[in-house]
C-alpha cells in the first residue's frame, strides 16, 4: 500500500527566508509524485508534479521539487519566501495502476513572518 | 473551460437527513474521485469510479453511496447523515495521471 508522511505539522519562516518541506513516501515502484496547495477556505492547488525522468521539477509560483529514490522522498523548496506563500501544503503518492487515486499526507501548515 | 465543479458549495443538514453531493467535470476524464478532508488530516478517498457506471470503495466508504450514470458527473449520497460526516468534501477527476480538483463542498451535521 502505498502512503505519505510529510514529518512537520508546522513550519515557520521569515519572509526573504528559503524553504524546504519535507515528504516521505513509501511506494513498491516508481511513483507518482505531487505537491499542492491550499489557501484557508480554499480548493487544491497543484503546485507540481513527478512522473519520470529529471528528478528535480520546476512547479508554480518559484517552487521546485526534487525526487531522491534512495531516500524515499520528494522535498518542496523555494528560496525565497513570500508573506503569499503561507498556506497549507499537502504532497501526494499516485500510482501507475491503480486507477489514478492519490494518497495525501496530513499537510504542513507555513506562516510566514515579516 | 469550468474543469471540476460542485455543488453546492455549502450545507447544513440534521442528524439523519439526507442530501447529495454533484460533481461534474467537462475534461471527458475517465477516472473521479471523492475524497473529504478533516483538520489537521489530508485528503481521504471515499469512493471512486473508472468509468461510466462504475463505482468502488475507498479507504473511508463507511455512510456515503454513489453513482456515476453519466461519464461527466460523480454523486456523493448521504443517506443518513451524522456529525461525524461534517467535513469538507472534495471531487476530483483524472485521465490516470494528474487528478484535478474541485473548490469544495463545506457539510455541516448538527
Known amino acids: 500500500a502505498q502512503s505519505v508522511t510529510q514529518p512537520d505539522i508546522h513550519i515557520t519562516v521569515s519572509e526573504g527566508a528559503s524553504l524546504e518541506l519535507r515528504c516521505n513516501y513509501s511506494?513498491?515502484?516508481?511513483?507518482?509524485l505531487f505537491w499542492y496547495v491550499q489557501s484557508p477556505g480554499q480548493g487544491l492547488q497543484l503546485l507540481l508534479k513527478?512522473?519520470?525522468?529529471?528528478?528535480l521539477v520546476q512547479g508554480i509560483k518559484g517552487f521546485e521539487a526534487e525526487f531522491k529514490r534512495s531516500q524515499s522522498s520528494f522535498n518542496l523548496r523555494k528560496p525565497s519566501v513570500h508573506w503569499s506563500d503561507a498556506a497549507e501544503y499537502f504532497c501526494a503518492v499516485g500510482a501507475h495502476t491503480n486507477a489514478g487515486k492519490s494518497t495525501f499526507g496530513d499537510g504542513t501548515t507555513l506562516t510566514v513572518k515579516p | 473551460n469550468a474543469g471540476v465543479t460542485q455543488t453546492p458549495k455549502f450545507r447544513v443538514l440534521k442528524t439523519g437527513q439526507s442530501m447529495t453531493l454533484l460533481c461534474a467535470q467537462d475534461m471527458n476524464h475517465e477516472y473521479m474521485y471523492w475524497y473529504r478532508q478533516d483538520p489537521g488530516m489530508g485528503l481521504r478517498l471515499i469512493h471512486y469510479?473508472?468509468?461510466?457506471?462504475?463505482?468502488a470503495k475507498g479507504e473511508v466508504p463507511d455512510g456515503y453511496n454513489v453513482s456515476r450514470l453519466k461519464k461527466q458527473n460523480f454523486l456523493l449520497g448521504l443517506e443518513s447523515a451524522a456529525p461525524s460526516q461534517t467535513s469538507v468534501y472534495f471531487c476530483?477527476?483524472?485521465?490516470?495521471?494528474?487528478?484535478?480538483f474541485g473548490p469544495g463542498t463545506r457539510l455541516l451535521v448538527l
Open positions: 511506494y513498491g515502484a516508481t511513483p507518482y
Open positions: 476530483a477527476s483524472s485521465s490516470g495521471r494528474t487528478q484535478y
Open positions: 469510479s473508472v468509468g461510466e457506471g462504475t463505482t
Open positions: 513527478y512522473f519520470s525522468g529529471d528528478t
